[in-house]
C-alpha cells in the first residue's frame, strides 16, 4: 500500500531564505506527484505536477524535484516571504489513478 | 468559468441527523471525488466516480453515501451523522483526456457534528 511522509511536519524560517520541502514515497510505481497549497481555513491550490517521467517543474520561486527510484520529492522555495506561510501537501498518483496524500508540512516565514 | 463549487460552506449537525453535502463541476470532466480531511492528517478518499453513472468507494466510505446525479454534479450524503464525521470535505474533479489526470477541488464544507 501506497504511503506518503513529509517532513519536517512545521518548519519556521525566516523572511528571505530558501528552503526546501521533502516528501516521500514507498511504492515508485507513480503516475505522478502534486504539490498543493492549503491556507488556513481554505481550499487546495496546485502549484506544481510532476509527471513519472519527468525529474523536476519549476515555477516562479518554486522548484519541484522527483527521484522515484528513491520514492523521493522535494519543493524548493527562494527567497521565502511571509506570504509564503501555509501547510504544504504532497500527494502522488497512484497506478490506478488515484491520489495518495501526506500529512503536510506548515511553514512559517517570520517578516 | 467558476471551477468547482461546493455548498453548504460550513454546517452544524448533531448527532444522528441526516444531510447532503452538494459538488458541481462546469469544466466537463468525467471524474469526480470526495474527500475528507482531518487535522494533522492528509486527504483520504471517501467514494468517487469515473464517469457519469458509476460510483465506486475509496479508503474511507463507511457512514456516506454517494450520487453522481449527472455529469456535473456529485453528491455526498451522511444519513445519521456521527461526531467522528466532523471533517473538512472536498470535492474535487479530473479528466482522463488531459493525459495528467490532474484533479481540480473545491473550496471545501466545515462540518462539525456534535
Known amino acids: 500500500k501506497q504511503e506518503v511522509t513529509q517532513i519536517p511536519a512545521a518548519l519556521s524560517v525566516p523572511e528571505g531564505e530558501n528552503l526546501v520541502l521533502n516528501c516521500s514515497f514507498t511504492d515508485s510505481a507513480i503516475y505522478n506527484l502534486q504539490w498543493f497549497r492549503q491556507d488556513p481555513g481554505k481550499g487546495l491550490t496546485s502549484l506544481l505536477l510532476i509527471q513519472s517521467s519527468q525529474r523536476e517543474q519549476t515555477s516562479g520561486r518554486l522548484n519541484a524535484s522527483l527521484d522515484k527510484s528513491s520514492g523521493r520529492s522535494t519543493l524548493y522555495i527562494a527567497a521565502s516571504q511571509p506570504g509564503d506561510s501555509a501547510t504544504y501537501l504532497c500527494a502522488v498518483m497512484d497506478s490506478n489513478y488515484q491520489l495518495i496524500w501526506g500529512a503536510g508540512t506548515k511553514l512559517i516565514i517570520k517578516p | 468559468n467558476a471551477g468547482v463549487t461546493q455548498t453548504p460552506k460550513f454546517q452544524v449537525l448533531k448527532t444522528g441527523q441526516s444531510m447532503t453535502l452538494q459538488c458541481a463541476q462546469d469544466m466537463n470532466h468525467n471524474s469526480m471525488y470526495w474527500y475528507r480531511q482531518d487535522p494533522g492528517m492528509g486527504l483520504r478518499l471517501i467514494y468517487y466516480s469515473a464517469s457519469e453513472g458509476t460510483t465506486d468507494k475509496g479508503e474511507v466510505p463507511n457512514g456516506y453515501n454517494v450520487s453522481r446525479l449527472n455529469k456535473r454534479e456529485f453528491s455526498l450524503r451522511l444519513e445519521s451523522a456521527a461526531p467522528s464525521q466532523t471533517s473538512v470535505y472536498f470535492c474535487?474533479?479530473?479528466?482522463?483526456?488531459?493525459?495528467?489526470?490532474?484533479?481540480?477541488f473545491g473550496p471545501g464544507t466545515r462540518l462539525t457534528v456534535t
Open positions: 474535487a474533479s479530473s479528466e482522463a483526456r488531459t493525459k495528467t489526470y490532474e484533479q481540480y
